[in-house]
């Protein structure tokens, strides 16, 4: 018998991620955002030049007998993880240099399709204390489509190019590792988990990849940054963890998570996405009535608007878009962003009144 989604969804499944998995319903996420083990391999203790030891990554899950147990394990959670992504869903799954391209491979063989990867620059990495190699500053995300046809998926462009300051988000990504009062301790101290990713960076996949009442699943729920930052976010989390103390730990940080406000969580939507106004609608709702002028910015161009929603000049007729072209003698002009109007001795560009109709849509 498969597990209710109802109990499945904001809550914390400790076992076996493939099988939790294959428990639930299929098609029941929009997103699986997966930080799997890393099978660094690791032999022996880590230790600095003053022979200090290291807090490597060491623990009996990140373990694995060989390349082979490594790849049928990522060949299956991957699997699982397919079956509950919704056809619209996609993935995050991050790694290093260790695993990542065994898993991109895999998950390429497996029906997904690639649409970034994105380098994680470490503003403040572990230095390589033997010196025989480049310090690793980095870690890999790959962003995959459930499949190459899939017709849809979320990908909130504008939110992303608001969050850089107005410039398109680049796939390198330069952000902090987890530290100070945000890393997780243990009661000696000490790192409560190994691997706890900085919630900046799920920020990021989050706010990029899902809308707020989405429901993420992540497969390796580890210490819960990825439910702490959907909670904040206002999207639902499944969390996955075969660690009993893991997961206890993870329940008492999301417990303290406190939901922003609904209005705080929207994100900026694509001018695609947003409704069609065509500005004879403007002209049916009195906003500019028929014999309205419109000018250019600078005045030096002006037309009426008609009842059918074209406009005149002295020497053609047409669209908001044909007469800007035409009175600038260029091929093509967005009309919304050209013509202005006159309100109590300020010009105001029509856009505000297209923006006032699509408002009055929602």
């Not at 623990?59 to 509950?84: C, H, I, M, P, Q």
């Not at 260790?98 to 997904?112: K, P, S, T």
């Given at each position: 018998?498969g597990?209710?989604?109802?109990?499945?969804v904001?809550?914390?499944?400790?076992g076996?991620?493939?099988?939790?998995?294959?428990?639930l319903?299929e098609?029941?996420?929009d997103l699986v955002?997966?930080?799997?083990?890393y099978?660094l391999?690791?032999?022996?203790e880590?230790r600095?030049?003053?022979?200090?030891?290291?807090?490597a990554?060491d623990?009996a899950w990140?373990?694995?007998?060989s390349?082979a147990?490594y790849?049928?394990?990522?060949?299956?959670?991957?699997s699982?993880?397919?079956?509950v992504l919704k056809?619209?869903g996609a993935l995050?799954v991050?790694g290093?240099?260790h695993?990542?391209f065994?898993?991109?491979?895999?998950?390429?063989?497996?029906?997904?399709?690639?649409?970034n990867d994105?380098?994680?620059?470490?503003?403040?990495p572990?230095?390589n204390?033997?010196?025989?190699?480049?310090?690793?500053?980095?870690e890999?995300?790959?962003?995959?489509?459930?499949?190459?046809?899939q017709?849809s998926?979320?990908f909130?462009?504008?939110?992303?190019?608001?969050?850089?300051?107005?410039l398109?988000m680049?796939?390198?990504w330069?952000?902090?590792i987890?530290?100070g009062?945000?890393r997780?301790?243990?009661v000696d101290?000490g790192?409560?988990?190994?691997?706890?990713k900085?919630e900046a960076?799920?920020h990021r996949?989050?706010?990029?990849?899902?809308?707020?009442g989405d429901?993420?699943l992540?497969?390796f729920?580890?210490s819960?940054?990825?439910?702490?930052?959907a909670?904040?976010?206002?999207r639902?989390f499944?969390g996955?963890?075969?660690?009993?103390d893991?997961?206890?730990?993870?329940?008492k940080?999301?417990a303290?998570v406190?939901p922003?406000?609904?209005?705080?969580?929207?994100v900026?939507?694509?001018?695609?996405s947003?409704?069609?106004?065509?500005?004879?609608w403007v002209v049916?709702?009195g906003l500019?009535?028929?014999?309205?002028v419109?000018m250019?910015?600078t005045?030096?161009?002006?037309?009426?608007?008609?009842?059918d929603?074209?406009?005149v000049?002295a020497?053609?007729?047409?669209?908001?878009h044909r007469i800007?072209?035409?009175?600038q003698?260029?091929?093509?002009?967005?009309?919304?962003?050209f013509?202005?109007y006159e309100?109590?001795?300020?010009?105001?560009?029509?856009?505000?009144?297209?923006?006032?109709?699509?408002?009055a849509?929602?």
């Amino acid at each position: 018998m498969g597990l209710p989604i109802e109990s499945a969804v904001d809550s914390i499944i400790v076992g076996d991620c493939v099988e939790a998995m294959n428990a639930l319903p299929e098609a029941c996420a929009d997103l699986v955002f997966a930080d799997p083990p890393y099978n660094l391999q690791l032999e022996g203790e880590l230790r600095r030049p003053d022979n200090s030891k290291v807090d490597a990554v060491d623990d009996a899950w990140d373990r694995f007998s060989s390349f082979a147990e490594y790849d049928r394990f990522t060949r299956d959670w991957l699997s699982a993880a397919r079956r509950v992504l919704k056809d619209t869903g996609a993935l995050w799954v991050i790694g290093s240099y260790h695993n990542i391209f065994r898993v991109g491979a895999i998950l390429q063989d497996l029906g997904f399709w690639v649409l970034n990867d994105v380098v994680w620059r470490k503003t403040n990495p572990m230095p390589n204390f033997r010196g025989r190699r480049f310090t690793n500053a980095h870690e890999t995300l790959i962003w995959a489509a459930k499949s190459r046809d899939q017709k849809s998926y979320t990908f909130n462009y504008e939110a992303m190019k608001a969050l850089n300051d107005e410039l398109q988000m680049r796939s390198d990504w330069t952000l902090p590792i987890c530290a100070g009062a945000e890393r997780l301790k243990d009661v000696d101290g000490g790192k409560a988990h190994s691997t706890q990713k900085p919630e900046a960076l799920l920020h990021r996949v989050v706010l990029a990849s899902t809308k707020p009442g989405d429901t993420i699943l992540d497969p390796f729920f580890g210490s819960g940054t990825t439910g702490a930052v959907a909670k904040r976010l206002g999207r639902h989390f499944i969390g996955i963890e075969r660690d009993a103390d893991y997961a206890a730990l993870a329940r008492k940080r999301i417990a303290a998570v406190r939901p922003l406000e609904v209005d705080a969580v929207e994100v900026t939507k694509s001018k695609r996405s947003e409704p069609r106004i065509p500005f004879g609608w403007v002209v049916e709702q009195g906003l500019l009535p028929p014999g309205s002028v419109v000018m250019s910015p600078t005045k030096r161009h002006r037309a009426k608007v008609r009842a059918d929603g074209t406009l005149v000049c002295a020497d053609a007729t047409g669209s908001i878009h044909r007469i800007a072209a035409h009175v600038q003698g260029l091929d093509a002009c967005n009309g919304w962003t050209f013509w202005m109007y006159e309100d109590k001795g300020s010009l105001i560009s029509i856009d505000v009144l297209r923006q006032r109709l699509r408002a009055a849509l929602v």
